[in-house]
């Protein structure tokens, strides 16, 4: 079993930055793709960056692609998203996923879920 808890979501304005973590309770962090999904109110869920295993390659969606960038520490447990250049339409809940045997984009891939940060971004 995986437990995930994100945080540093927050209120930032437009052409800010954030960063938020995830942090995982799990035996071993390091067999696990880990993945931000983020979701608007009255949209679907939708993928925004996944990396891989070792942290030596990721994949954007390109509504982020050159703004945001993920990464990981398998020594915490934990992967970031540094959000850099906010837009109004990044305001959503920001959910990290992990998975044992994907590093896809399709949500319903992913085995283990957070609770999810709101970012809201004001123009």
């Known amino acids: 079993q995986v437990q995930l808890v994100e945080s540093g979501g927050g209120l930032v304005q437009a052409g800010g930055s954030l960063r938020l973590s995830c942090v995982a309770s799990?035996?071993?962090?390091?067999?696990?793709?880990m993945a931000w999904f983020r979701q608007a109110p009255g949209r679907d869920r939708e993928f925004v960056a996944v990396i891989s295993r070792s942290g030596t390659s990721a994949y954007y969606a390109d509504s982020v692609k050159g703004r945001f960038t993920i990464s990981r520490d398998n020594a915490k447990k934990a992967v970031y998203l540094q959000m850099n250049s906010l837009k109004s339409e990044d305001t959503a809940v920001y959910y990290c996923a992990a998975d044992r045997s994907s590093t896809g984009t399709i949500a319903t891939m992913y085995d283990y879920w957070g609770q999810g940060t709101q970012v809201t971004v004001s123009s």
């Open positions: 799990v035996r071993t962090f390091s067999i696990y793709a």
